[in-house]
């Protein structure tokens, strides 16, 4: 595979939008991953939360520059599975806090 070589990113460039803030952002070398919660209103009134996650590499391209992809090489997909999993824990845990938050004694359940 040749020899590896550790490149920095710029911390700004991750899997998060430029329009909205991210709930949560995970990172390991190159890859980031970011989950982005929807609070929607569904057609009978109830509130809903739809959550969403993105992936995103970092790499340079030919001038230097940082760019960002989606595709990922063979040697990102454990790396991927490692963020995507802890994306899921962070799912669950935001799920208990927004259940424990309904018990609190508001009135709503």
Known sequence: MGS???VTRPANQ????ATAKP?????????S?????????AKDGRKLVL???SLR???QDAAGKWQQSTALRRQDLLTAAFLLTKCFDTLGDLDHRAASDDTDGDGEA
């Open 23 to 31: 709930a949560a952002v995970h990172r390991s070398g190159v890859l």
């Open 14 to 17: 991750d899997a998060t939008s």
């Open 33 to 41: 991953v970011a989950v982005f919660l929807q609070h929607v209103k």
């Open 57 to 59: 590499r970092s790499y």
């Open 51 to 53: 959550p969403s996650v």
């Open 4 to 6: 590896s070589s550790t």
